[in-house]
């Protein structure tokens, strides 16, 4: 059986800048065997690009994060396709929408993520979305696109929402946050969604899970045991969670024919 997937980790982050490589040796041994690195902004395509060249356990997706449009400008979605023309790309992403935030630009968030999603609907790519305290319009934007499918990333919605994106053909991202027995809305989720539904992340470094010390950065190598925590409210083994969920990304994210 292959090993656990991390479905999304910043690994091109400035804080792991100086010890890549033993993130990646301490995650192979603790059961990982791929890693899937989002891009955030155009700044940040070539580095994802060297790394997942350097490290062939790792996969890059590119895009630009609802976050980073503030800076974007339109040169930087024609870079994009030419990103994705010329190189092998898992996924579009870290793309979506976040009305957290103060001061959001909704109208310049929805451009960039539907010009975002128009690029997926061409190049036949999967897409990791981000969607925080936006899912409704984040849905919207999905039905207006011919997709194939991806994963809500960080998932955080309703049962009845994460119905939606499954509809979709969309897997739902758990990780860290589920650790926490506070969140007992989001470990519901966890525990009751479909287990063909669900894929693991990290989110590395952030989003950390409950067993770390606090201010210390979220590693790849502590996915098996958020993946444990998930298998205990579930009441399943580990082995049949890792079964799942690997399966589950290896179907959304086509990586058996990404490294074939």
Do not use: W
């Not at 930087?76 to 579009?92: G, K, N, P």
């Not at 979506?96 to 010009?115: K, V």
């Not at 606090?214 to 925590?229: H, M």
Request: aromatic share 8%; net charge negative.
């Amino acid at each position: 059986m292959d090993g656990f997937i991390d479905t999304h980790c910043h690994l091109d982050a400035a804080r792991f800048d100086e010890d890549q490589a033993a993130l990646l040796h301490n995650a192979r041994v603790a059961g990982v065997s791929r890693i899937v690195i989002p891009s955030v902004a155009r700044a940040g395509f070539t580095g994802v690009s060297r790394l997942c060249r350097k490290y062939p356990c790792c996969h890059p997706a590119y895009g630009i994060h609802p976050l980073f449009v503030s800076s974007a400008t339109a040169e930087d979605l024609l870079v994009l396709r030419e990103y994705l023309r010329e190189h092998q790309a898992i996924a579009i992403g870290e793309i979506g929408l976040d009305f957290f935030i103060d001061g959001h630009d909704q109208a310049r968030q929805e451009y960039f993520f539907a010009a975002q999603l128009k690029l997926a609907s061409e190049f036949a790519l999967p897409v990791l979305l981000h969607s925080r305290s936006s899912v409704d319009t984040v849905l919207r934007h999905l039905r207006r696109n011919e997709l194939c499918g991806g994963i809500a990333h960080a998932f955080s919605g309703s049962h009845q929402q994460a119905d939606e994106f499954i509809k979709l053909g969309f897997k739902l991202g758990f990780g860290g946050a589920a650790t926490y027995p506070r969140a007992t809305r989001l470990r519901e989720l966890a525990a009751s969604l479909p287990l063909s539904c669900i894929v693991l992340e990290t989110d590395a470094p952030d989003m950390s899970p409950e067993f770390i010390a606090r201010g210390q950065p979220n590693k790849p190598e502590y996915l098996p045991r958020i993946a444990q925590i998930l298998a205990d409210l579930r009441g399943i083994t580990l082995a049949q969670l890792a079964q799942a969920t690997t399966a589950n990304a290896n179907a959304v994210l086509q990586l058996h024919q990404a490294i074939a």
